[in-house]
């Protein structure tokens, strides 16, 4: 099992910034894959960034230019930080972990509040 603990969230104008960050606990040696997904009110859960072992990034077009991913693998963490924040970018955040045996994405955690006023 792994766990995961998001951070970070909270409320934000439009244009500024926010960081949040997913701590990994539990068999993360099996981790691969982390990221972020997202939900807006009334609309379908997104994608909206990844990162693999090994440094590949994948994005949502949505956000590409103004979100970025790290990881820090000693520390199992997963972080996004979030520029130019606009009104759509509100939504619960979810980090969410892959394994190495899984094409899917096994674990998620339980979300963090991102508001973007206008």
């Known amino acids: 099992q792994v766990q995961l603990v998001e951070s970070g969230g909270g409320l934000v104008q439009a244009g500024g910034s926010l960081r949040l960050s997913c701590a990994a606990s539990g068999r993360t040696f099996d981790i691969y894959n982390m990221g972020w997904f997202r939900q807006a009110p009334g609309k379908e859960r997104e994608f909206v960034a990844s990162m693999r072992n090994g440094g590949r990034t994948y994005y949502a077009d949505s956000v590409k230019g103004r979100f970025t991913i790290s990881r820090d693998y000693a520390k199992n963490t997963v972080s996004l930080r979030m520029n130019g924040l606009k009104p759509e970018d509100t939504a619960v955040y979810y980090c969410?972990?892959?394994?190495?045996?899984?094409?899917?994405?096994?674990?998620w955690g339980q979300g963090t509040q991102v508001t973007v006023s206008s």
């Open positions: 969410v972990a892959g394994l190495f045996t899984s094409s899917d994405y096994d674990y």
